[in-house]
């Protein structure tokens, strides 16, 4: 099984590219958050754990969210591989997917990241922000969601390449420059 993590900061792509990957190569694409607001939705026992959480105005726990890939990499366990976007973000949950994967005889394959400039990214950002008329991104709350980005998930970067599972892709140009980029890189 071939597992795979798209990493970067926000607005650097990674949601476009997992699914065009997980198209490709026929990979589970798996977002936590598409997964927690589906959940939601659903009103699943789970999904009211993690409305309650969020309703609170906290954040899911890592636990809740390592329950949450093991859930679906349980009903999923046919698949050829997996793509996760969004997940990990701290290094705690790295290290439980890593054992995660471990109780089921699978390990990580490789880690890609989207390597953009902050000024692009608060550019694509804006840009998304205002094509989804979310007007509460505003250029500060972008701007902190990057330091967020830098502070908590940067540092999985040392962890991912002290395992020789991180390699880099330039994140700008054409949707399909970059995804053709990610693909070379990718060895299944």
């Not at 607001?37 to 999904?47: I, M």
Request: glycine fraction near 8%; proline fraction near 3%; charge should be neutral.
């Amino acid at each position: 099984m071939f597992n795979l993590i798209i990493f970067g900061p926000p607005g650097a792509g990674k949601g476009t590219q997992a699914i065009k990957i997980s198209e490709k190569f026929g990979w589970k694409h798996i977002s936590t958050g598409d997964i927690l607001r589906a959940e939601v939705s659903h009103a699943s026992p789970l999904g009211l754990k993690v409305k309650s959480i969020m309703d609170s105005g906290h954040l899911v726990s890592d636990e809740l969210l390592i329950e949450i890939m093991e859930s679906v990499f349980i009903k999923n366990k046919t698949a050829k591989g997996f793509v996760l976007d969004g997940f990990p973000r701290t290094l705690n949950q790295a290290q439980e997917l890593d054992k995660m994967l471990l109780r089921h005889g699978e390990k990580l394959t490789l880690v890609l990241a989207l390597i953009v400039d902050e000024e692009e990214l608060v550019k694509r950002l804006l840009i998304r922000s205002h094509d989804h008329g979310r007007d509460d991104d505003t250029e500060d709350v972008i701007k902190n969601r990057l330091v967020q980005y830098h502070r908590h998930t940067e540092p999985l970067i040392s962890y991912y390449k002290e395992k020789k599972l991180y390699q880099e892709v330039y994140g700008i140009g054409s949707i399909k420059d970059i995804f053709n980029q990610l693909c070379a890189a990718i060895k299944p």
